[in-house]
């Protein structure tokens, strides 16, 4: 039977009942749908995790302190809690590491800032003049913090585009004003520019001072929170992460490098740890929306079986005419992926509007990729062979005597 | 040209066996209109299923033009009747959501032929089985039973068949209706085609030129029809 031939005569089946076959394929559908939406979400959220990732830097490297581990002890000071950098380690790292564009130490903590009589609570990041260039920050109006700044202990301050927003207002000049830090009035002497994304990590909610100033009046210590190292190409990130590896353990006199006391992460690892979690968040997701696919496939199998039932006759007399098994299970298959991919088609719109409402409701952005329709089609057509398979059998399977006698 | 040979066919239900044919032999030569007669449960439509090679006997042999059909599979089976069989059936069993040239079409559909050619089989197939042109793009539940028949029974002649088999084909007609479609199968006998009618009726069973009698599965009378009733077409005009 020729293709033409069976796609007609599967139409003209489908659209006989279009309430029943509408009601059938919503199953499909809907579970296209939220995979695809599911899919364009984590691909979005994903795409917005790198960007916001690759924006605090190129070919950088993050020393930050680690579990401070005695050995033979499971007891360990919280990530991130120890105190286990110092000023001179970066100091170390910027005289004896070799291919190394910056370094960049930097002790944050979130302080209460007052300014003209308005609160916020913002992190304060104690650092040098080289951060803006790791950590790829712009500046907007005045300047950064400067090597003299650091050198004096100066208490002069650079604000994020946010926490400018907060205490002075939109878009008003701050340069020459003053804030006051834990009580200590500091200078404003610059803002940057804002590099957008929200929430935690922001580089725009921030307040610079140098570290030389953040030791002594802040915190009252020399240890730091994080060192920040540019190497100078992609190509050295590996040479360099090792460099420093051995020179902190050297420094700390530890000999065995599985309890160190500090972290060296590179921008990648950061990059791989991230899409590891989304990439698995994305797939918990669609295979939730997944399962709908299959409630859907159990329900296109159901109809098709009724369709069967429904059309003994119709199969007795094709085959007394001479319609072969094959010719009566392929018209069936036909139907049934008829159908799925109708739905499939359908899903995948409803999947796109749904991903469209996210990105307008919830600011998150979405990507709808051409391989995750590819996919659908796929699945759908897949869903509807597997489902359709054994009705089909069945109806190919009829006896055309019985068939033909059935009422 | 049919030939049975000895065939029988046993039905088993449990421990129950049920000799629904028992050694029926005859010949039916090319053009011949034959009638097979019998009383309900007789095996009448048993041995329809046979010579229309729906169904194999359980022994016995089955020459359809020569040719062996007693021991083919399905999809054989299917080939003979899609090439050399054409059915008429008492409930017309024609598809309800397709057109009347559809209907007709389909046979030939299954045989694979290309459409231009099918196209002018079914225009013959349904002039000789007189159905008016303007019900030909009709759905086929929009017809009265009547016209119904007569689209099967071109359904039945479009392949261009060794034998046209029709299981009470006036069954479901009333007496004016079903002298049309007789008067139809008449008019095809003449035209040189093989007709097989199957039917309970000795009135309906004279209009063929034979009459088999068969009674309890077994051949009681094979003779010429006497008196043959002869349709005029002249006095049904639609
Ligand atoms: N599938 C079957 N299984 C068991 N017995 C059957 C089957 N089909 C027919 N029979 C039996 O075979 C015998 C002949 O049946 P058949 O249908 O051929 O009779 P018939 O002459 O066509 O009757 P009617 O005029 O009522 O249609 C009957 O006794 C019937 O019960
Ligand atoms: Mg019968």
């Known amino acids: 039977m020729e293709i033409s031939e069976l796609l007609q005569e599967a139409f003209s089946a489908v659209t006989l009942n279009k309430a029943r076959s509408g009601l059938t394929i919503l199953g499909i559908v809907i579970g296209i749908g939220s995979v695809i939406a599911m899919i364009s979400i984590g691909q979005g959220a994903q795409g917005s995790i790198t960007s916001s990732i690759q924006s605090i830097g190129s070919n950088l490297i993050l020393i930050t302190p680690g579990f401070q581990r005695t050995p033979g002890s499971q007891v360990s000071a919280g990530r991130g809690s120890a105190e286990t950098l110092r000023q001179e380690d970066a100091d170390a790292i910027a005289n004896q590491?070799?291919?190394?564009?910056?370094?960049?130490?930097?002790?944050?903590?979130?302080?209460?800032?007052?300014?003209?009589?308005?609160?916020?609570?913002?992190?304060?990041?104690?650092?040098?003049?080289?951060?803006?260039?790791?950590?790829?920050?712009?500046?907007?109006?005045?300047?950064?913090?400067?090597?003299?700044?650091?050198?004096?202990?100066?208490?002069?301050?650079?604000?994020?585009?946010?926490?400018?927003?907060?205490?002075?207002?939109?878009?008003?000049?701050?340069?020459?004003?003053?804030?006051?830090?834990?009580?200590?009035?500091f200078q404003v002497v610059g803002v940057t520019v804002a590099k957008g994304g929200s929430g935690f990590g922001s580089q725009d909610d921030m307040i610079f001072v140098p570290i030389s100033t953040a030791q002594r009046y802040l915190e009252g210590d020399t240890y730091v929170t994080t060192i920040s190292v540019e190497a100078q190409d992609a190509q050295s990130m590996t040479q360099v992460q090792d460099q420093i590896t051995s020179l902190l353990l050297e420094r700390h006199h530890i000999s065995d490098p599985t309890l160190a006391d500090f972290q060296v992460l590179n921008q990648t690892d950061i990059l791989s740890t991230a899409s590891t979690i989304t990439n698995t968040f994305t797939i918990l997701l669609a295979s939730i929306a997944g399962i709908s696919l299959i409630v859907g496939g159990i329900g296109i199998m159901n109809m098709m079986l009724t369709t069967v039932t429904e059309r003994t006759r119709e199969i007795g007399l094709r085959k007394a005419i001479g319609a072969k098994k094959r010719d009566i299970s392929t018209q069936f298959l036909i139907e049934s992926v008829m159908l799925t991919f109708l739905g499939g088609i359908v899903g995948i719109i409803l999947g796109w509007m749904l991903s469209m409402l996210v990105t307008y409701f919830a600011g998150i952005t979405t990507s709808i990729s051409w391989w995750s329709i590819l996919l659908a089609f796929g699945v759908s057509a897949g869903i509807g062979i597997v489902f359709g398979y054994y009705p089909a059998r069945r109806a190919a399977s009829l006896n055309p005597i019985e068939a033909l006698r059935y009422e | 040209m049919i030939e049975l040979k000895g065939v029988n066919k046993v039905y088993k239900t449990g421990d129950v066996e049920t000799w629904a044919l028992k050694d029926i032999s005859f010949k039916v030569n090319d053009g011949e209109f034959i009638s097979i007669m019998g009383p309900s449960g007789s095996g009448k439509s048993t041995l329809m299923h046979i010579i229309g090679a729906l169904d194999t006997p359980t022994s016995g042999e089955y020459l359809l033009d020569g040719k062996d059909v007693s021991k083919m599979a399905d999809d054989e089976l299917a080939d003979i009747r899609n090439d050399k069989i054409g059915f008429v059936f008492q409930q017309f069993n024609l598809l309800p959501r397709i057109t009347v040239f559809r209907n007709v079409m389909l046979p030939l559909i299954y045989a694979g032929t290309p459409k231009e050619a099918r196209e002018e089989s079914a225009r013959k197939a349904l002039i000789s089985a007189a159905l008016p042109e303007n019900w030909w793009t009709h759905h086929s539940n929009q017809l009265s039973g009547g016209q119904m028949q007569r689209v099967a029974i071109a359904r039945a002649l479009v392949n261009n068949p060794t034998i046209i088999l029709a299981d009470e084909p006036t069954g479901n007609l009333d007496s004016k209706t079903g002298e049309i479609v007789l008067g139809t199968f008449q008019k095809l006998h003449e035209q040189g085609r093989t007709i097989v009618l199957i039917t309970h009726e000795l009135y309906v069973a004279e209009h063929a030129e034979r009459i088999i009698h068969i009674v309890d599965g077994q051949v009681k009378s094979d003779s010429k029809s006497h008196p043959r009733r002869k349709i005029s077409m002249k006095d049904y005009k639609d």
Do not use: H
């Open chain 1, 97 to 185: 590491v070799s291919m190394i564009q910056a370094v960049a130490p930097e002790i944050t903590r979130r302080y209460q800032i007052t300014a003209l009589g308005k609160n916020t609570n913002t992190s304060v990041v104690g650092t040098v003049s080289s951060y803006p260039e790791v950590r790829n920050i712009q500046i907007d109006l005045g300047n950064f913090i400067t090597d003299q700044n650091v050198k004096d202990g100066s208490k002069v301050a650079v604000l994020g585009p946010t926490t400018r927003d907060d205490l002075f207002g939109t878009g008003v000049d701050p340069t020459g004003k003053t804030i006051r830090i834990n009580n200590i009035n």
